[in-house]
């Protein structure tokens, strides 16, 4: 099982990212996938699912209404498309397969 993330950066608050995450290894198209998150000093949350065919997601009252998870099967990734992002969104993300394999996280910094 492979996860690799990306589309990690500096961004000023109130922008806007969009995370990928290439998964290989598994069939991707019957797990759900995750996102989570840690941040400095903190322990790693639970950011948003979505259900293997994509019908289903769900967030952390944190990130809800400004968070937006996808996934495209055809491709094998996942997707998490950030906006009004704020200072406190700072933090390592990691996608997960169901919360049994993780990858190496792609970093996510908002600031001025």
């Known amino acids: 099982v492979q996860l690799v993330e990306s589309g990690g950066g500096l961004v000023q608050p109130g922008g806007s990212l969009r995370l990928s995450c290439a998964a290989s290894?598994?069939?991707?198209?019957?797990?759900?996938m995750r996102w989570y998150r840690q941040a400095p000093g903190k322990e790693r949350e639970w950011v948003a699912t979505?259900?293997?065919?994509?019908?289903?997601?769900n967030y952390a009252d944190s990130v809800k209404g400004r968070f937006t998870i996808s996934r495209d099967n055809t491709k094998n990734t996942v997707y998490l498309q950030m906006n009004s992002l704020k200072p406190e969104d700072t933090a390592v993300y990691y996608c997960?397969?169901?919360?049994?394999?993780w990858g190496n996280g792609t970093l996510v910094t908002v600031s001025v």
């Open positions: 979505i259900t293997s065919g994509g019908g289903n997601r």
């Open positions: 290894g598994f069939p991707f198209s019957t797990y759900n």
């Open positions: 997960s397969r169901s919360g049994l394999n």
